[in-house]
């Protein structure tokens, strides 16, 4: 679905705060709210917007303690990556985690409280995984830059 400019300053500010009321997005991006409304079921209807959520503070909820971890595995098989891949999305600590082309095969963003609970996390969660060969932990100094 081609995208003009009026869709995209829609999606924008959406993305700033997605519970802007209908109103208010229409004056934003100079409609009136009916075509505004229209446009935005549009982007539904059409997969590019696919949901709205809440931006949670993690560090207020207590998992302020945030590492990238990367893992190679030793098995390759679909029915193996399938159960690994759905185990991985079960972990609450687990916030984002990308199939990668090559090596590492996969990326995590974990957010735990602190330095025990990621041991934790990893020796009992992770590194007992059968088809895991490698796991490397990176520990965030500070986030640059986020799409939250």
């Known amino acids: 679905m081609p995208l003009d400019s009026v869709d995209r300053e829609i999606l924008f500010h959406l993305r700033q705060d997605g519970r ?8 934003r991006v100079g409609l009136t709210p009916p075509p505004c409304l229209r446009r935005v079921k549009r982007l539904e209807d059409a997969g590019i917007i696919t949901g709205y959520r809440a931006r949670v503070d993690l560090a207020a909820t207590g998992r302020g303690f ?6 190679e595995i030793r098995v390759n098989d679909r029915e193996t990556v ?3 891949e759905a185990l991985l999305r079960s972990y609450d600590e687990v916030v984002e985690c990308r199939r990668l082309f090559g090596r590492p ?22 590194m007992s995984l059968p088809p895991m060969a490698r796991v490397d932990s990176h520990l965030t100094m500070r986030e640059v830059k986020s799409e939250d």
């Open 20 to 27: 802007l009321t209908n109103v208010e997005l229409a004056k």
């Open 66 to 71: 945030e590492v990238i971890v990367t893992a």
């Open 82 to 84: 399938d159960e690994l």
């Open 105 to 126: 095969d996969y990326l995590m963003r974990v957010r735990v409280e602190d330095a025990q609970a990621y041991e934790k996390f990893l020796v009992e969660k992770v």
